[in-house]
Structures are given as C-alpha cells and as structure tokens.
C-alpha cells in the first residue's frame, strides 16, 4: 500500500502563484510515475502533471505555467503553479502508480479567484 497526503492548496487571485506538495509513504518500492491529477466543478477528472522515469508530461492547458517536480529520496512530489487562472479551480490529488496500481491522496483545494 502507498499513501500520499497532499498539502499547498488554497485560495490565490488570477495571475499569481501556488505550490503543492504530496509526501507518498508505505510500500514505494516499485513506484515508477507521480503526479497530479485535477478535477473541477462538473468536470471529470484530468492528469495535470505527472514526472515518470522517461521525463515529465503536461496537460496541454498547463504547459510553460506548472512544473513537477519529484525527490525520490525524500518520496515528494511538488507542483509549482503559475500564472493561475480562475479556470485551474479544481480539487488537485496526488497520484501514484505501483506495479499497475493507482493510489491517490486525499485531494487539495485550489480555488483561482478572478
């Protein structure tokens, strides 16, 4: 088992910036990608960001604002937002995948106020 407990979020105007953290615990070894995932008001949820062992990926609405980023010596991931907008409003989780297994953190709250 792999529990990720996420932290960082909150309220932030239009244009500014936020950091999330995750701290994964339990049974990481085989753990191979971490990310975030997000999902809005009647929105479904979406990979944001995810850092695997080839390189890191990004949503497409994202891209040149987040960064990821992964210590694996101390099982963090971090998502480094900015430029914010009232549209990446959502609830961001923490992912994990361990030997084809999806693990998730408990979701933090980011709300981008216009």
């Known amino acids: 088992q792999v529990q990720l407990v996420e932290s960082g979020g909150g309220l932030v105007q239009a244009g500014g910036s936020l950091t999330l953290s995750c701290a994964a615990s339990?049974?990481?070894?085989?753990?191979?990608?971490m990310g975030w995932y997000r999902q809005g008001p009647g929105k479904q949820r979406e990979l944001v960001a995810a850092s695997r062992v080839g390189g890191t990926e990004y949503t497409d609405s994202v891209k040149g604002r987040f960064t990821v980023s992964r210590d694996n010596a101390e099982k963090t991931v971090r998502l480094h937002m900015n430029a914010l907008r009232p549209e990446d409003t959502a609830m961001y989780y923490c992912w994990t995948v361990r030997f084809g297994v999806n693990y998730w953190g408990q979701g933090t709250q980011v709300t981008v106020s216009s």
């Open positions: 339990g049974t990481i070894f085989g753990v191979n990608a």
